[in-house]
């Protein structure tokens, strides 16, 4: 049955990849996106990588999806000038497929038990000062990857930003449509208990900053896209705040062991668990914003129809 | 077969798919989605290999590097897709410019 069930999952993804480069309208290829990101949220599953699998779910096709479909509405939908569909180039397919061949032969003939940095990581879990092994990978062991990784974060969000540097405002009066609202009403306590639930859990199981922030934005994008809130703006020192706190608290904590003669990103045994915690809440607040700050405001009024003198 | 191995052909698989619709497509959305793809197929290797522990207790520093890998790839996604909206737009002036209508006169959408 697991084997049934492991075959057909790593059948039907390079399957579902092909459909929605195959498709030829962008919204049905955008919505085949979202259902491959959950098929292979899935398989993370099935690996054993719980962790992954909330990202997965959360970031890369919750978001990614409603990204991707916010997009559409902006860009046209079938440009007339350029086909959505691919050109056939029959040496390029075989390139492919030989590289496909190399590759999956590659694959193939690496030893097939490895145990890999797993044993290492065990040996020294007791240190970090969380339970979680993948937590203590992230924000103790290989703290640096994290690091950048916000800075990464930061970047995108202000080059999004600057190539965008207009945001509408949205129209007051498209927030009381009661449907999105009533929604939106029952949806947000739950969100915050999950997302404060997840960083939590995160010392102990799979959690963690990136799932929390990941469903906070998540609250926040329906509120963008309902209009009960307009984009947030660079401008305004609580959005600046919120940006902030994470990377600086991080680079603080960082920081600090080299005051006290450790090397850079040494947390001190006794307070690494709380100071893990610490991070990872204010790393919440700044990754939900940056996320959030990747949606832009409502769609202008497209050129032509109903323009105001 | 294994089933981690199972993971890894079909991750390669994915590679390819989402390699050809890179270079095969024109539109730009398709292009993020494409390297999205790509992107994944690359991450299910990684985590598929990180299985091959004998313990059957997976490997966790692939995993906290795939995390790490996803999050990355939305930042560049967002990046793109921002990119994309800046060109709908400036093409939209572009048109607006060269045929302009009777009445809008102004330059912001």
């Known amino acids: 049955m697991d084997v049934l069930l492991d075959g057909v999952l790593a059948l039907c993804l390079p399957l579902l990849a092909w459909l929605v480069l195959r498709t030829e309208s962008l919204s049905q290829a ?11 949220a899935l398989g993370w599953a099935r690996l054993e990588a719980p962790d992954i699998a909330l990202v997965e779910s959360a970031v890369g096709t ?3 999806g409603a990204l991707l479909m916010h997009t559409l509405s902006w860009t046209e939908e079938t440009p007339p000038d350029i086909r959505a569909r691919g050109r056939r180039r029959p040496w390029a397919l075989l390139a492919v497929a030989a590289s496909t061949l190399m590759l999956g032969w590659a694959v193939l003939a690496l030893p097939a038990d490895s145990p890999g940095l797993g044993p290492l990581v065990e040996a020294r879990r007791e240190e970090s000062g969380v339970k979680h092994p993948v937590t203590a990978v992230l924000l103790n062991f290989r703290g640096y990857d994290t690091l ?9 969000a202000l080059g999004a930003r600057a190539v965008n540097p207009r945001s509408e405002r949205p129209t007051p009066d498209a927030g009381d449509d009661p449907l999105t609202g009533e929604l939106f009403r029952m949806m947000m306590p739950a969100l915050l208990l999950v997302a404060g639930y997840l960083v939590w859990v995160g010392d102990h199981g799979p959690g963690g900053a990136f799932q929390a922030g990941a469903i906070l934005a998540g609250g926040g994008v329906v509120a963008l896209l309902t209009m009960r809130m307009g984009p947030p703006r660079l401008s305004s ?3 600046r705040w919120a940006l902030l706190t994470g990377p600086m608290l991080f680079i603080g904590v960082a920081v600090a062991p080299l005051f006290t003669g450790r090397r850079l990103l040494e947390l001190p045994r006794p307070y690494a668990g709380t100071l893990i915690f610490v991070v990872e809440l204010a790393l919440t607040v700044t990754i939900a914003m940056v996320l959030l700050m990747f949606f832009p405001g409502t769609r202008p009024p497209r050129a032509g129809a109903e323009g105001e003198p | 077969m294994n089933p981690w191995a199972v993971y890894a052909l079909s991750g390669v698989a994915m590679f390819s798919v989402g390699l050809v619709g890179l270079f095969s497509h024109q539109h730009v959305v398709k292009r993020i989605l494409a390297s999205n793809i790509a992107g994944s197929g690359v991450l299910i290797v990684l985590v598929a290999l990180a299985r091959r522990a004998p ?5 966790p520093v692939p995993h906290a590097l795939v995390l790490t890998g996803i999050v990355v790839s939305v930042s560049s996604t967002a990046l793109g897709v921002a990119l ?10 572009a048109a607006r410019a060269s045929e302009p209508p009777p009445g809008s006169g102004g330059e912001g959408p």
Not at chain 1, 148 to 156: D, N, Q, R, S
Not at chain 2, 55 to 59: A, E, L, T
């Open chain 2, 55 to 59: 313990s059957g207790v997976p490997d």
């Open chain 2, 84 to 93: 994309a909206r800046r060109m709908a737009r400036l093409r939209a002036d």
């Open chain 1, 30 to 40: 955008v919505v085949l996106f979202v259902a491959f990101g959950l098929l292979s």
């Open chain 1, 237 to 239: 020192w609580q959005v």
């Open chain 1, 62 to 64: 919750g978001l990614t």
């Open chain 1, 148 to 156: 950048l990784e916000i800075a990464v974060l930061l970047v995108a």
